[in-house]
């Protein structure tokens, strides 16, 4: 998985999760079949909601998720290969680039530092995921974590069909805005590509801040709350603090939409949707645990102190130009919500749709 100048060992990483991972909650090997059934057919009811709700089709026939449904260490192994896939490739052109590709006991040294620390996170990330739509590495897969699914639902106290799929509803619509809009995943490659070229680190003091970042998202799973400039701290040129910006921008969007069609399919499809928000906005109170390191990561807390939810743009834009007004987002890159219109959404609707917006 690893290749020999990787500035991770993902294959340490790995093996380190699926150590420090708990199995989930006990069940019976019958009712973990049944989950796994229900959560396929689930994804599978999920579809037509989605596009009727959003106005989007991912291909003429709505064709059908690929959807695995994992346990913890299945979830790990499949990050582990999405972030090689991305990674690996990026730090090689950087070496090539920069002509610091170091020695090979440097970096089996320090890839498996950073690889201790990558499957640390990736531990206590996969006890919380409920579930992902792979955008990179394999690609075009629905995951579905059933212990986490399963050990939410029973801690909230929610109708176990219901939760499932308001979750498969949150996944699918990441499944559509990556095959429906086919040009958003290369626009994310190319932005990850772009902030790349423009660093002048030598793979070395990249590795070195990197650990240092690592360092700081161990921290944030252990609760500690303190401001970390987190990637922040790897970033000096300003062109590279710009395309974080606009990756920020548009994983939010991404997000909001996901969010605000899991809300609005309504009762008559999850009976019980007003209470899974409810409950399920209160296990978030306080900042979660994958939102504490996520602002971490990012360095939110000291970089980005009025970024706002994703789901504050989706529906204020839908609120004053309607879904078909929304959907104009996905028509071309130049349509992408700036970052400081996440929290001014008219502004989009002025600057894309050409005029004045109507107060929501």
């Known amino acids: 998985m690893s290749s020999a100048s990787s500035m991770v060992d993902w294959d340490l990483a790995g093996r380190t999760a699926r150590r420090l991972a708990g199995p989930g909650p006990r069940t019976t090997r019958q009712d973990a079949a049944a989950v796994v059934r229900e959560l396929h057919e689930a994804a599978a009811v999920a579809v037509a909601h989605v596009e009727r709700l959003t106005g989007m ?9 690929e959807v695995a449904v994992v346990d913890r260490p299945g979830w790990v192994d499949a990050n582990a290969r999405g972030m ?12 090539e680039r920069t002509g610091s590709r170091p020695g090979a006991l440097a970096t089996a040294i320090g890839s498996r530092v950073t690889g201790v620390q990558a499957g ?9 995921v409920l579930g992902q739509y792979e955008v990179f590495g394999t690609g075009g897969r629905l995951l579905l974590v059933a212990p986490n699914i399963v050990a939410t639902e029973q801690k909230l106290g929610v109708d176990p069909s219901d939760f499932r799929l308001w979750v498969c509803l949150h996944e699918v619509t990441h499944q559509l805005q990556f095959t429906a809009v086919p040009w958003l995943r290369p626009y994310l490659e190319s932005q ?28 944030a799973v252990r609760g500690d ?48 949707v007003r209470t899974l928000r409810k409950r399920f906005a209160q296990r978030r109170k306080g900042r979660g645990p994958i939102d504490r390191v996520l602002r971490r990561l990012l360095g939110l807390e000291q970089k980005m102190k009025q970024y706002a939810d994703g789901r504050v743009f989706v529906g204020g834009v839908i609120d004053r130009a309607g879904m078909d007004g929304f959907n104009q987002v996905w028509a071309r890159p130049e349509n992408l919500p700036l970052i400081e219109e996440l929290t001014a959404p008219e502004r989009w609707v002025e600057r894309v749709l050409g005029r004045p917006a109507i107060p929501a």
Do not use: C, N, W
Not at 194 to 211: N, W
């Open 225 to 272: 709350d303190g401001e970390s400039e987190g990637l922040m701290a790897l970033i000096k040129d300003p062109r590279q603090r710009a395309v974080l910006d606009r990756i920020t921008a548009v994983m939010s969007l991404v997000e909001g939409h996901a969010e605000y069609v899991m809300d609005g399919v309504g009762p008559d499809v999850v009976p019980t």
């Open 120 to 128: 640390g996170v990736l531990a206590f990330l996969s006890s919380r």
């Open 84 to 95: 090689a896939a991305l990674l690996d490739p990026l730090v090689d052109a950087l070496a």
């Open 57 to 65: 089709t991912a291909v003429p026939g709505g064709a059908l998720p």
């Open 192 to 219: 990850i590509e772009e902030f790349v070229e423009a660093t002048d680190l030598t793979t070395d003091v990249l590795r070195e801040r990197l650990q240092d970042v690592l360092r700081g998202l161990t921290d």
